[in-house]
């Protein structure tokens, strides 16, 4: 089974809009077509506008997070419908920075994804984990146990539309990259509970990617496994060079 691979820049809290704007002035004509790989970025709600309105056919935008629910009174909160009518096509949903500082958990990630699906945006979804746990051999329960919960009353139609990320939190900007045998174990045990859920020909469909200290020195290796259909990328998607390698780098796959 081909699956296209995706490269997903995560930019978290950093950038000023100039940057944003020189980041897309120089990505856009770079990255390669769509059909060889998915160049996502994933920016702050403020510049998704800019972003969106300059992106061209082969670079996709994606915010960061979003509310579970249409509309309300959540002060700062932005909802699926709201991004979707800024054109933006993908959001990361249960990012662990998300759920260790504005109490996300596996259940608010299992509502967001249904309402992001409903809304046709397509949902990124971080499972991993603490270095306790991983140093404790529990990582595949654990990692099992948050997949399950994201996916509760998910169909295999919904399914098909997202992506999951595996980021072992021991390895996100820590320059600590888990090795291509662990991320693929562990993304393959990640598949095998899709599989349990929905079946092979799903399971089989469904981009995971790795994420944690993904580089431009790194990502080759990290690609070169079986069931690693990409990364999501902090610090390294900041910078246009550096990001173009990796997408490049995923075309090979
Ligand atoms: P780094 O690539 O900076 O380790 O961040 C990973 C991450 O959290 C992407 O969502």
Same mark, same amino acid.
């Given at each position: 089974?081909?699956?296209?691979?995706?490269?997903?820049?995560?930019?978290? !809290?950093?950038?000023?809009?100039?940057?944003?704007?020189?980041?897309?002035?120089?990505?856009?004509?770079?990255?390669?077509?769509?059909?060889?790989?998915? +160049?996502?970025?994933?920016?702050?709600?403020?510049?998704?506008?800019?972003?969106?309105?300059?992106?061209?056919?082969?670079?996709?935008?994606?915010? /960061?997070?979003?509310?579970?629910?249409?509309?309300?009174?959540?002060?700062?909160?932005?909802?699926?419908?709201?991004?979707?009518?800024?054109?933006?096509?993908?959001? #990361? @949903?249960?990012? =662990?920075?998300?759920?260790?500082?504005?109490?996300?958990?596996?259940? +608010? #990630?299992?509502?967001?994804?249904? /309402?992001?699906?409903?809304?046709?945006?397509?949902?990124?979804?971080?499972?991993?984990?603490? @270095?306790?746990?991983?140093?404790?051999?529990?990582?595949?329960?654990?990692?099992?146990?948050?997949?399950?919960?994201?996916?509760?009353?998910?169909?295999?139609?919904?399914?098909?539309?997202?992506?999951?990320?595996?980021?072992?939190?021991?390895?996100?900007?820590?320059?600590?990259?888990?090795?291509?045998?662990?991320?693929?174990?562990?993304?393959?045990?990640?598949?095998?509970?899709?599989?349990? @859920?929905?079946?092979? !020909?799903? =399971?089989?469909?469904?981009?995971? @990617?790795?994420?944690? =200290?993904?580089?431009?020195?790194?990502?080759?290796?990290?690609?070169?496994? =079986?069931?690693?259909?990409?990364?999501?990328?902090?610090?390294? +998607?900041?910078?246009?060079?550096?990001?173009?390698?990796?997408?490049?780098?995923?075309?090979?796959?």
């Amino acid at each position: 089974m081909k699956r296209i691979p995706i490269i997903a820049g995560n930019w978290k !809290m950093y950038k000023t809009k100039d940057d944003a704007l020189s980041f897309i002035y120089a990505v856009n004509v770079a990255v390669p077509e769509k059909e060889l790989v998915e +160049s996502v970025i994933c920016a702050p709600a403020i510049f998704l506008r800019d972003l969106v309105k300059r992106e061209g056919e082969d670079l996709r935008i994606g915010a /960061q997070t979003m509310h579970e629910l249409d509309e309300g009174a959540y002060t700062g909160e932005i909802s699926a419908p709201m991004l979707k009518a800024y054109g933006v096509d993908y959001v #990361v @949903l249960g990012h =662990s920075e998300r759920r260790a500082y504005y109490n996300e958990t596996d259940e +608010s #990630v299992n509502k967001k994804l249904i /309402q992001a699906v409903k809304n046709e945006l397509t949902p990124i979804v971080c499972v991993g984990e603490s @270095l306790e746990i991983r140093e404790a051999g529990t990582t595949d329960q654990v990692v099992k146990d948050q997949v399950v919960k994201a996916y509760l009353n998910v169909s295999s139609d919904q399914a098909l539309k997202t992506v999951v990320a595996y980021e072992p939190i021991w390895a996100i900007g820590t320059g600590k990259t888990a090795t291509p045998d662990q991320a693929n174990d562990t993304i393959k045990a990640i598949r095998n509970v899709l599989k349990g @859920l929905y079946g092979a !020909m799903v =399971s089989d469909s469904i981009r995971i @990617l790795y994420g944690g =200290s993904v580089k431009p020195n790194n990502v080759d290796e990290l690609l070169a496994k =079986s069931d690693i259909d990409g990364a999501l990328v902090g610090g390294a +998607s900041l910078d246009p060079e550096s990001f173009l390698t990796l997408v490049k780098a995923a075309v090979k796959k």
